[in-house]
């Protein structure tokens, strides 16, 4: 069955400090690479997303993700977190023609000012 | 703006009762979703429509039901069936039919329903 799966469930941070998230999906073929973010009280948002081409992508906010390949993986980055970050990040993907999302258990990130 | 609406944002039910989510967007997009958001799990699909009057079940259909008679409403009903109700659920609509799978979905802010 298709999955993604984040490593960490909750992850506390010092402001400036930096930040690598991770998302491993199950298996390869086609794939469409998604990252949302949910800010306390607000609705969930578009970070940013992978189709093609470059593998390394950058969003909104000074965040970037990697597409590795071979390792089934899409890492969110940022070098410096701010206190303003402090959100439940979600990866999410797609496969080939379907347009199902499947999103990984999120993650959880403090950021301590 | 274009948007979309959940509501209500908090509903409570008692044991035995169906209760209807409703869930607008005016974004013209045609599909639509239904997730369940419980702690840790992140989000689970119940429901999905790619196109008026046609609905595929997700991953977690049993004890919900939805209708899609018009583009821009896609509501749930959450069934006395559903054995754990109490969650945050979460509309979505993208672009996307099959073969557009990389539009991202755009979420509305959620109705957090209770069991009384």
Redesign the interface.
Known sequence: AQS?S?HN?HVILSEAASLELGCNYSYGGTV?L?W?VQYPG?????LL?Y?SGDPLVKGIKGFEAEFIKSKFSFNLRKPSVQWSDTAEY?C?V?????????????TILRVKS | DGGITQSPKYLFRKEGQNVTLSCEQNLNHD?M?W?RQDP??????IY?S?IVNDFQK?DIAEGYSVSREKKESFPLTVTSAQKNPTAFY?C?S?R??????????H????TRLSIL
């Not at chain 2, 996307?96 to 799978?101: D, F, K, P, Q, T």
């Open positions: 993604v984040q469930h469409n998604f949302y607000q609705h969930l948002q578009l997303k189709f979600f999410a797609t496969w080939g023609q379907g347009n199902k999302l499947v999103f990984g258990a999120g | 599909a979703y997730y840790g799990q992140g989000l689970r699909l999905y790619q997700g979460l979505a993208s996307a039919r099959m073969g557009l799978s990389n539009q991202p979905q979420f509305g802010d959620g």
